[in-house]
């Protein structure tokens, strides 16, 4: 459906948002309630009130761009603990489940490799140097 790269972030918009508004709108919407800029190239997420239609904006080079989507049945669900927050980061898979019907929490997830959790745990790990009575032995 969407095909992003990775260094793209995605913000839902936590509170539903009248889907009426244009551009200018939701880019002040952006700028305003959640504390993004418009123009980073990042894609931002917003609902309406029934749930039924999402629209994504982002900016394109030259120019913003919308994506507007509308369910004839059911509604997307945006995560639950969004609710204290004016954005939420998500993934791009993430997204993919939103808009495709899905409920994260359902998903079974496998262990995967992430740079990140590496990055911690080489941190906190002990490296043993020459002077170390214990290689020594």
Do not use: C
């Not at 009426?20 to 609902?47: K, T, Y």
């Not at 993934?91 to 359902?106: D, K, Q, T």
Request: charged fraction near 30%; proline fraction near 6%.
């Amino acid at each position: 459906m969407l095909s992003l790269p990775s260094v793209v972030r995605i913000y839902l918009h936590a509170a539903p948002v009248n889907l009426h508004f244009a551009f200018d709108r939701l880019a002040n919407i952006v700028r305003e309630e959640m504390g993004q800029d418009p123009l980073s190239g990042h894609l931002f997420v917003f609902r309406n009130r029934r749930g039924d239609r999402v629209k994504l904006l982002f900016w394109d080079d030259d120019g913003y761009a919308v994506f507007y989507k509308r369910l004839e049945q059911g509604v997307f669900r945006f995560p639950a603990d969004a609710a204290p927050t004016r954005a939420v980061q998500v993934s791009v898979s993430e997204l993919s489940l939103l808009l495709w019907g899905i409920a994260p929490e359902s998903v079974r997830r496998h262990k995967r490799f992430s740079l990140e959790e590496h990055r911690a745990k080489s941190s906190t790990r002990r490296i043993p140097s020459d002077s170390d009575p214990a290689r020594k032995k």
